[in-house]
């Protein structure tokens, strides 16, 4: 099959690699689909490199501690590279995002909704950072917000078909 732009069918030659490092169950094959369904949806190219790595609460608490100065397990990071507005020379590469599948599960079920719908939601929310969205104010919140649900959908209907 063949994708249109904005479509999320996602593709198998996507540059996206999903790395487990942690002992949650997942499928980490439906989260590289996933990522690469979001990415193409969002209009990024391809063979764009995007890396997930899959953490348990130890290693996400020491990049959180290297990264924002907290020692304390989160559910993502994010940590961009390049731009799609002004790329390096080279192969475009959007950059890591870091998941920690412990803290998700908890999330998940004081939420009431699935793991499965937990990890695509981080993912998306990452992929949103590595991007450039943030959250910083009440009004960017509630933009990225309303993209996460906007490409969540997308996504979900695809997988359902």
């Not at 599948?101 to 909704?113: E, M, N, S, W, Y």
């Amino acid at each position: 099959m063949i994708s249109e732009p904005g479509d999320p069918s996602g593709s198998p030659d996507s540059g996206v690699v999903v790395e487990d490092e942690q002992d949650v169950p997942l499928d980490t094959e439906g989260l590289r689909t996933t990522a690469a369904r979001a990415l193409e949806f969002l209009g990024v190219p391809a063979a764009a490199g995007l890396s997930v790595t899959l953490v348990d609460p130890e290693q996400m608490a020491e990049l959180k501690q290297q990264a924002l100065g907290v020692h304390a397990a989160t559910d993502v990071l994010s940590f961009p590279m390049d731009s799609l507005d002004d790329p390096m020379p080279g192969p475009l590469v959007l950059g890591d995002i870091v998941v920690c599948p412990a803290v998700a599960a908890r999330q998940a079920a004081a939420l009431g909704h699935s793991m499965d719908d937990e990890m695509s939601q981080l993912l998306v929310h990452g992929i949103l950072h590595v991007l450039g969205w943030d959250h910083d104010d009440a009004a960017s919140e509630r933009a990225m917000r309303a993209n996460e649900r906007r490409v969540l959908s997308a996504v979900s209907s695809e997988r359902t078909l």
